[in-house]
């Protein structure tokens, strides 16, 4: 069975500052990875996925995600927060030919001036 | 193009009575889903369609139904609400076919049992 596993709950870091959001999965099949953010009071939106080719992928707002399969993680990072970046980021894992996700429990981000 | 919408935005119920949580997309999507949000449990689905005419339970459906109406709406019932169903609820859709789909989420409706 799959799973996901976000390895911090809360992370609190100061503006300008560079950010690793962890999550490892597990799966017996090839697998296609998600990050998406949930901005207070907001929807869920994607922020990049992971498909195949490049195992390095970024989003239109600094952040980049790393595919490791021997690792089987897909760490968020961004090299410099801005307070807007406050939100919680959920990592999910689409494995196999199923529509469903399976979802991580969520990291919320802090950013403190 | 308004995405995904959902009504109501808030709704407080006493235990035992019953409602419905509309949700209608213009995206043309496939696939349409519910989930709770509850804090430290992230997002569980509640019932998913894959397709117009299909509904399929997911991994908290108990306590739920729900009706795909046509491609644009999918709707879920709390026929007797009970406290454990306070939660914000998230309806969202993909274009359906295929696992590598983005999942596009409507604003939420946040549910107080009493």
């Known amino acids: 069975a799959q799973s996901v596993t976000q390895l911090d709950s809360q992370v609190p870091v100061f503006e300008e500052a560079p950010v690793e959001l962890r999550c490892n999965y597990s799966?017996?099949?090839?697998?296609?990875l998600f990050w998406y953010v949930q901005y207070p009071n907001q929807g869920l939106q994607l922020l990049l996925k992971?498909?195949?080719?490049s195992t390095l992928v970024e989003s239109i707002n600094g952040f980049e995600a790393e595919f490791n399969k021997s690792q089987t993680s897909f760490h968020l990072r961004k090299p410099s927060v801005h307070i807007s970046d406050t939100a919680e980021y959920f990592c999910?894992?689409?494995?196999?030919?199923?529509?469903?996700?399976?979802w991580g429990l969520g990291t919320s981000l802090a950013v403190n001036p | 193009n308004a995405g995904v919408t959902q009504t109501p935005k808030f709704q407080v119920l006493k235990t035992g009575q019953s409602m419905t949580l509309q949700c209608a997309q213009d995206?043309?999507?496939?696939?349409m889903y519910w989930y709770r949000q509850d804090p430290g449990m992230g997002l569980r689905l509640i019932y998913y369609?894959?397709?117009?005419?299909?509904?399929d339970k997911g991994e908290v459906p108990n306590g739920y139904n729900v009706s795909r109406l046509n491609k644009r709406e999918f709707s879920l019932r709390l026929e007797s609400a009970a406290p454990s169903q306070t939660s914000v609820y998230f309806c969202?859709?993909?274009?359906?076919?295929?696992?590598?789909?983005?999942?596009?989420f409507g604003p939420g409706t946040r549910l107080t049992v009493l």
């Open positions: 969202a859709s993909s274009e359906g076919g295929s696992s590598t789909d983005t999942q596009y």
């Open positions: 995206m043309n999507h496939n696939s």
């Open positions: 369609s894959a397709s117009e005419g299909t509904t």
């Open positions: 799966s017996s099949v090839s697998v296609y």
């Open positions: 992971y498909l195949s080719g």
């Open positions: 999910a894992v689409n494995a196999g030919n199923n529509r469903k996700l399976i």
